[in-house]
């Protein structure tokens, strides 16, 4: 059975960090896409962020890039965000999905059961 169980969510104020992490099983994260997504209330699906299978390249959304890193490990079968300077509107509830960034918008059964995210002074 393909899961995915996030963690890390927590509150932070605007400028501070976090890493969200996601464990894998039925499956190994590094022979597929990986991507992550995050969904504020009331606000459709956006995309974050995107790691191919096997390779180093990395892909994310204009309103992170410079600020999130996406990464794995897969020894661990674990995938991560790592998430610096962040902003009120980065509060969301984020879900590790598999597939690409294509496949993983329009497919929420990709996706965890998410961990909330919540920037705030």
């Known amino acids: 059975e393909v899961q995915l169980v996030e963690a890390g969510g927590g509150m932070v104020q605007p400028g501070g960090s976090l890493r969200l992490s996601c464990v894998a099983s039925?499956?190994?994260?590094?022979?597929?896409?990986m991507s992550w997504v995050r969904q504020a209330p009331d606000k459709e699906p956006e995309w974050v962020a995107t790691?191919?299978?096997?390779?180093?390249?990395?892909y994310y959304s204009d309103s992170v890039k410079g600020r999130f890193t996406i990464f794995r490990d897969v020894t661990k079968n674990m995938l991560y965000l790592q998430m610096h300077s962040l902003e009120p509107e980065d509060a969301a509830r984020y879900y590790c999905?598999?597939?690409?960034?294509?496949?993983?918008?329009?497919?929420?059964?990709?996706w965890g059961q998410g961990t909330q995210v919540t920037v705030s002074s």
């Open positions: 999905a598999r597939g690409s960034r294509s496949v993983v918008l329009t497919t929420p059964s990709s």
């Open positions: 790691i191919p299978p096997g390779g180093s390249t990395t």
């Open positions: 039925g499956f190994q994260i590094n022979d597929d896409f």
